[in-house]
């Protein structure tokens, strides 16, 4: 057996009301409590804000990275998340719909190590 852990990859896409007036600042300040609920470290960020709205951001974390961008007239965030180790992702995403009250997440989470795709889909 490999002593690997190669991790999860989550794509999702995230629809809220809250999107209209989230910044780039904000979602990243979100996302980096939601990643070390998670157990992730995170070593860096960065985001931008376009004009007239809508974000883009990323999480350099220990593990790897969290990133997304946003669509706000649309409702929506789309997001990856990868990690590597003993990370939970499936927390942040938790978390992330808990903080933001969204209303439902779509997606696909790739597990590296089990090398299977399984289909998310949450209402909240």
């Known amino acids: 057996m490999n002593e690997y852990r190669y991790g999860k990859a989550y794509n999702l896409k995230i629809h809220g009301k809250f999107l209209a007036s989230l910044s780039g600042e904000e979602f990243v300040k979100i996302l980096k409590k939601a990643a070390e609920a998670a157990g992730a470290t995170c070593l860096n960020s960065v985001h931008f804000d376009f004009e007239p709205k809508g974000a883009s951001g990323l999480l350099l974390l220990q593990e790897s990275h969290y990133g997304f961008h946003s669509w706000p007239e649309t409702n929506v965030i789309c997001a990856v998340f990868y990690t590597c180790g003993q990370v939970d992702?499936?927390?942040?995403?938790e978390y992330i719909?808990?903080?933001?009250?969204?209303?439902?997440?779509?997606?696909?989470v790739y597990d590296y190590d089990e090398e299977k795709a399984t289909n998310i889909c949450r209402e909240y």
């Open 89 to 93: 992702s499936s927390i942040a995403i």
């Open 97 to 108: 719909a808990k903080e933001l009250k969204v209303d439902k997440i779509v997606g696909m």
